[in-house]
Every structure is written in C-alpha cells, then in structure tokens.
C-alpha cells in the first residue's frame, strides 16, 4: 500500500487537544495494518500568529498543498481579537481554502439519533434528520474585490465588500451537489437571492443549465431567506442544499444547530480532480470552533473531529469502509451512553475527551 | 384633529384580500372619531407590471411620497417569474424603500401564547419570546454598485454586487436600535461578518462608537453565522438585534419563523425625522408574502397586517394606546379560539379572512 500524507493542523483553543485523539486514531489504524498514514503538524490560526507573526507561515502552507487531506482542528480565540485584519486567525483557514482551491464546502447536518432530544426542536422533526449542504467557498464575497475602507475625511468612512461569481465557478459547485445527491435523496435545492442580486440570477441561470445533465435530479430554487425559515419549519424536507459561500455560511450553521448535534458534525473541504492523477485538495474540520472557554480542561467533545476524519478516509483515500466503520463506532459510543459534557444527558456517562476517543477507538 | 393621509399598496396574491380588512378597520376607527385617516390606494408588483409595465408607476411612487404612511400588502407570484429583472414585482418594494429612504425595518418576532404550541421549537424555548430585530433597509448589497452580469465570451459569465456601507449609515441604524432597546430590556446584539467583511469590521466599529453615547445599553457584537445558531438554539437570549440589510433578512425570517406566529408578523420601514416637522416617511407590511398558492380564496390570515396597522398607529401617528388596544384586539380572538387555515390547531374555531377581520374589530 503507498503510503499516504497528511497535514495536520491543530490550530487554537481545543483544536490541539481534540487533534491528539486524531493521532491516536493514526496511530491505532496504522498499528492495524488498515493504512499506512505518515504524518506532519503544523500552525495555523493564533498560535501561528504568536510563533510567526501571520496566521499560517509559507512553509507549513507548502506541506499542505503537498499533504493528501489536511486535517484542520479550529482557530481563534479572543487572546488575538485585536490583531490586525490581516493576519487574523481566520486569514490562515481563507488562505488555506483558496491557495488549495478548496471551492467545495460539504457540510452534513446530521441528527445522531441518540441525541434527538438534545435539538431545541421538536424531536419528530429532526429524528433521522440528513441534510448535506454544498456550500461555495473560494469565491463570493469572501474573496471579492475591491474589499476595503476608505478614509472619507469628517470622521466618514466607506467599507466595501464584493460578491463575484463566474459561471464556471457555479458550474461547478453545481454538479459536485448534483453527483452527491445522485448517490443520495435525488433532490437539490439550490438557494440564492436573485429577487435582490444579480449573483443570484447567474447562480439560478448556472445552476439549472448544468440540472439538465442530470434528469433524475429533482432539482428546487429556493430564496436564501425562505430557507433559513424552511429549515426552522421542516428541515427533513431537504436532502442537498447547494449555496454561495455566504448563504453557505449562515445556513449551514443554522442547520448544525436544527441537529442538536452541533459539536458532533464534520465538514469537507474539496478541491477539483487533478486531470492528471484524478486527486483532490483537500482539508477536513469540524464545524464547531475553537471554544476558548473550555480549552486546555481535556473536556472537549472530539467526535465532529472523529467523523471529519472519517470523511477524509471517504473523500481523500477511497476507504469507503473504513469511514463507515468509524461512523458507526461514533454512533455505538453514543448509544451506550457516553457523553462529553457539552452533550450530557441525565443516565449518560460523563466522559473526557481522551476517554471518549478511546472508546471510539475501542470500538473499531 | 387634523387629517392623517395613508397611502394603501395592497400589491399581489393575499395582498388584496388583507387590505381589504384594513378598509373595514379604518372605516371602523374614523366611524367612531377614533382617528380621521384619509386614503388611496394604487398599485404595486405584479399588478402594476400588468397595468403599467413597471412595478410601481411614477402617480404612485408620489403619493407614496406623499402620505403620512404607507401601507403594503405583498407582492409577486408566479405569473411574474419571467418578467424582466428591472420590473420585477421585487423592484416596486426596493423602490419605495430607497426613495423614501426607509433606511430602519424593524421586525418584531414575537410568539403569541395561543400559539406556542405551532413553533417548530420546544414551547418553553419560545413561550413569552419578544425580539426585535432592526434591519438596515437602504444600504449594503441591496442596492451597492456596480450590480451586473457581464458577458465574457465563450459562456461564461460574471456577476457582481457590491456591498457598501458608510458610517454614517450604520451610526443611524444602531442609535434606532439602540432608541428602541432603551424603551425594552435594554440589550442589543449586534450582527456582521467582520471576520471576512470589511464591511462588517467598519460595522462594529461605528455600532461600538455609537453604543458610547448609551451607557445603560448591553451591547454584544456576534458574527452573524452564530446568530443564526444562536436564534435557533436559544431565542430568548436576544432582546433586540441590529444587523445589515441582507443578514436582517435571513435572520429575522428565521427569527420570525421560530415563533410559530410568522403568518401574524408585521414590520414597519422608518426614514429620518424630518428636521421641520419631526415626521418620519414610513411604510407598515406583514412579513409574509404574497402566497399565491391560496390566493383569492378568502382564507388568508389579515392578523399580519393588522398588526402591522397597529405599528402605524404607535409609530407613524403617536396613537400608542389605540396600537396596543388592537395588539389586544388580536390577542384575544387568538385566546377565543379563532383561527384561519395557516394557524388552526385541534379544538379550534376556522374562520375565513373575513371572519377574523370583523372578530378583531369587534373586540375595539
Ligand atoms: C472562521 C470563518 C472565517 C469561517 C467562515 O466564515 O467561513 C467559519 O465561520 C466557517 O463557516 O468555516
Ligand atoms: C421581497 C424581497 C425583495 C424582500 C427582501 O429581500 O428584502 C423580502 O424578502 C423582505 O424581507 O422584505
């Protein structure tokens, strides 16, 4: 088997210590034989900040562009809040997501069905729930320019941000949702504001042109606003949801809450397929941040870091298998009854973040 | 008493048949000398698109401009889905926004006890639930430019908007919010993305200069991807939030569907007093829309915009004892049982549009 690279970048606050979980992952499924995973770390976020003076320095962003997935733990906390703009700890996640191309955005919002009672919804409307919501995430007005403020004198100033969107980058976004919905529900909905923005015409225009190479795919416009209601109201309504890097932003997060799972949900980030040797850039983190309030106490919840991982196993390496296996393994934990404290339940075990990652890893 | 002029914009879909409860509340109010309005109505959206091609005409527009208060119903539906961009029935509500400069829209999401069982969240999470959330409604990607789709050969296609903010457009908007919390529970969240927009750091910059000048306010600054989180996870957290035009629009659609009550939501759109006389333009809408799947059937539900009456008459008229008086007015033929179709609820009474405007003028 040829051995395969990561990347692994802890970043801030609980990044660090729920990455450690992950090398003891590495360290059981290589001692096992089911791979053969040679590893690097690097900083990223604040503490590449305080080490380097930037947010992720020129040589740990070579050995991503070189690493076969990079795995991303969380950055920022409020010890950097003032720094300045550029160098913030999320310009070394932007950066990341652009130099790597990473311009789809795969985020499932799953309801683990031990956990349906944690939703602040009704439990019959997120029990079973699964949506995967595409968002965009090179372009948009994350990336946009001009991208400034401008000194207009009298103590006036003008701040400027631009949504860019080229057909080719809608394209796309389009069909990666369009191919994971054919392995799944069949259905896309895709989600902009074209009542209000010309973005949102060409997406709409874009996004249907390409729906026609897909005739099984039961393909839904839905306003940007209209989904954030519709996925309050009945979110098991939905089964891909395709959106601009903004929209994508906001919606998804809206979503992992809807699951009750928040702290347990993974999210990839993929590149296009080199012509060549058909691979893909890519990085993996969990959705929830850095939560600087609870970090260095070994109490973090490492499990949306777990599945992140399962789904590089999945994207990256093609071990469809093993991804499931450790799926599963989350899920068995779950259900007999161990619990982090961010998801404790009264009957349930309370457990660190090493005791949870060594059950996961028990249990494979 | 002198004469108070309302300028009526039923629109399309439901639009007319809620307005028409406004008649009989207005016919009801000057009936018994409680107010002395005087009234047109005219056209906007789709309508006006068939009468005139243009979503409102320039006759309208000036007596949009010209009244005391603007009340608007809804507009568009699928008759008008391939009209041209510059008409759309969008453009007449984007119009009357900017030219009469209605830069404050403040929409309370608020949950009726008779309807706390209709949410989607847990009842305690929502019961007694009062946010306000102020929209900036002239500025940001609503309206910046450039604002176009340029051809660039060979298919592709580029598409822009441009997001911009001046000081002086966030300092307003915050000191209404601010205004506002002061007369409630005196805190405000203030909504960006200064993690990745210019905008958003000019944003908070202006909302925390501002908050200076009201010491007694609670001011909290959260990114607007965990607003949304937040909405759902725990609403009542939030007393008022101030946020930018785009993100306005997706969090107060998801706040107000949180409440269960988003059929019986209303907004008011506020300009500047006018430095002579003090009077602000204003125009009163629900913030549903137009719903054209149930449209001319009689059944839509007039509490919206009836509530949305009653922000005219506290903010547009100073008359506050007559607003709350018809906010009672809904409250109890909630608590009598009467319901339309959108809301009813077992061992309820189902009433037609009609119905429920006459039950609600009954009760004054
Ligand atoms: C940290 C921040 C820059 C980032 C984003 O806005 O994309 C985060 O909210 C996310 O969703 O991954
Ligand atoms: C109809 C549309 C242009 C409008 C908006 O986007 O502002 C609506 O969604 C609203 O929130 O009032």
């Not at 979110?235 to 089964?239: E, G, T, V």
């Given at each position: 088997m040829a051995s395969n690279t990561l990347f692994l970048l802890p970043g801030d606050g609980i990044g660090t210590e729920i990455m450690a979980e992950v090398e003891k992952l590495i360290a059981h499924l290589n001692g096992t034989g089911a791979t053969d995973f040679s590893y690097e770390s690097g900083l990223v976020g604040g503490c590449a900040y305080d080490a380097h003076g930037v947010a992720i320095s020129e040589a740990d962003m070579e050995k991503a562009l070189a690493a076969d997935a990079v795995i991303f733990g969380a950055v920022g906390g409020p010890k950097w809040d003032d720094v300045p703009y550029d160098v913030r700890p999320e310009a070394g996640l932007l950066r990341l997501r652009k130099d790597l191309g990473l311009f789809a955005n795969l985020r499932p919002a799953i309801c683990y069905s031990a956990l349906a009672d944690a939703s602040s919804l009704k439990k019959e409307l997120v029990e079973g729930l699964d949506i995967l919501i595409v968002r965009e995430l090179t372009g948009g007005v994350y990336f946009g320019e001009p991208k400034e403020i401008t000194d207009l004198g009298n103590g006036q100033k003008r701040a400027i941000d631009t949504q860019v969107y080229e057909s080719y980058e809608i394209d796309r976004i389009a069909r990666v949702a369009f191919d994971l919905a054919m392995t799944r529900g069949k259905k896309v909905h895709s989600a902009d504001k074209k009542n209000v923005m010309k973005s949102g015409v060409l997406w709409d225009e874009v996004v249907k042109q390409a729906g026609k190479d897909y005739p099984q795919i039961d393909l839904h416009h839905i306003l940007a606003d209209n989904a954030a209601m519709q996925l309050v109201r009945n979110?098991?309504?939905?089964?891909v949801m395709v959106t601009d890097n903004l929209f994508g932003d906001i919606l998804s997060d809206a979503a992992a809450m809807l699951t009750g799972s928040l702290g347990m949900l993974p999210s990839a980030s993929l590149g296009a397929?080199?012509?060549?040797?058909?691979?893909r850039k890519a990085l993996y983190e969990p959705v929830h941040g850095s939560a600087p309030d609870i970090a260095g106490q070994g109490i973090a919840n490492p499990i949306a870091m777990f599945a992140s991982f399962a789904m590089a196993l999945r994207y990256?390496?093609?071990m469809v298998d093993l991804a499931t296996k450790l799926e599963t393994a989350i899920s068995d934990v779950l259900e007999d009854g161990l619990r982090t404290g961010d998801i404790m339940q009264t009957g349930c075990r309370k457990v660190t973040t090493g005791e949870m990652g060594d059950a996961i890893i028990a249990k494979l």
């Open positions: 979110p098991k309504q939905f089964d397929p080199d012509p060549a040797t058909g691979k990256s390496f093609g």
